[in-house]
């Protein structure tokens, strides 16, 4: 079983970058579909990046262009560099590994992060 550690985090100003990673024990995350979720407060947990194991991705719509996922597999982690942030990037990030190709439901993901908070000042 898949444990999974987000790190990276923070309070950015609008416009700035971080950089999330998300690192596994127990599995190597080259065999799974790897994504990254986001809760914002009073709104539901909700897609936005994946990365299968034939190294497709997808994001969602309001993200492309700033975010990126990848994988770095001598590190056995996955990051989302996430640049050009916005107030309403504001949320807690968690990574999830799945079994199956990209998915966009959080059912379809088995192992999950604690998350780690990303707040974005205007």
């Known amino acids: 079983q898949a444990q999974l550690v987000e790190s990276g985090g923070g309070l950015v100003q609008a416009g700035a970058s971080l950089r999330l990673s998300c690192a596994a024990s127990?599995?190597?995350?080259?065999?799974?579909?790897m994504a990254w979720f986001r809760q914002a407060p009073g709104r539901e947990r909700e897609f936005v990046a994946a990365?299968?194991?034939?190294?497709?991705?997808y994001y969602r719509d309001s993200v492309k262009g700033r975010f990126t996922i990848s994988r770095d597999n001598s590190k056995n982690t996955v990051t989302l560099q996430m640049n050009s942030l916005k107030p309403e990037d504001t949320a807690v990030y968690y990574c999830?590994?799945?079994?199956?190709?990209?998915?966009?439901?959080?059912?379809?993901?088995?192992?999950w992060g604690q998350g780690t908070q990303v707040t974005v000042s205007s």
């Open positions: 990365l299968s194991r034939d190294e497709s991705t």
């Open positions: 127990g599995r190597t995350l080259s065999t799974y579909t």
């Open positions: 999830a590994a799945g079994l199956r190709g990209i998915r966009f439901q959080i059912q379809e993901y088995a192992f």
